[in-house]
């Protein structure tokens, strides 16, 4: 792996434990799914800035993927508008993002290493749900616009900031 999908890497790791020191998103949390074309298993975290406007958070992520003899880095921005749903615990959301995706693949995948980068969208929706712990449980599916995975499914834990 190159010192670059390294660094990233760390990154995506690091990013969610600083900002929860630093208190300045209202939720973060990890998140482990998978992704298709290229086919892997995908992990993350992303941080959650509430109401920038009614109903509206902006999630910054950072996502590592394995598989398909190829490691994807991609650093998400997404909008989340929030269905409000009356008297239902679990809120549905749908949005859409840009992201930046960092490509390193091994030599069986066009006949020699290399990486790469490319740029994209993606539409996204998905529910989250309040458990006992006062933490967030959610699932979240991508459809790419452009460059990307083609699908994501993601599920995870947001926890507040206290």
């Given at each position: 792996?190159?010192r ?20 300045s998103?209202s ?5 482990l799914g ?7 298993v995908?992990?993350?975290g992303q941080?959650?800035?509430g109401n ?8 910054p992520g950072v996502?590592?993927g394995?598989g398909?003899?190829i490691?994807?880095?991609?650093l998400n921005g997404d909008f989340r508008?929030?269905i409000v749903?009356p008297g239902a615990t679990?809120q549905p959301?749908a ?6 995706h960092?490509?390193?693949?091994d030599q069986?995948?066009i006949?020699?290493n290399?990486?790469g ?5 993606s ?5 989250d749900v ?7 449980f959610f ?6 616009l ?6 994501k499914v993601?599920?995870g834990w ?5």
């Open positions: 792996m190159s670059r999908l390294v660094a990233l890497t760390l990154a995506a790791l690091l990013v969610p434990a600083a900002a929860h020191a630093a208190g998103f939720t973060w949390g990890p998140h998978f992704s298709t074309d290229p086919s892997q995908v992990f993350g941080l959650e800035m920038v406007a009614p109903q509206i958070d902006f999630v996502d590592v394995f398909d003899s490691t994807l880095v991609s508008y929030r749903v679990w959301y949005g859409a993002g840009v992201a930046v960092f490509y390193s693949w069986n995948v006949g020699s290399g990486n980068t490319k740029a994209g969208g539409l996204l929706f998905g529910a309040p458990t006992k712990a006062g933490s967030r699932v979240e599916g991508k459809i790419a452009g460059d990307g995975p083609t699908f993601t599920a947001n926890f507040k900031m206290r």
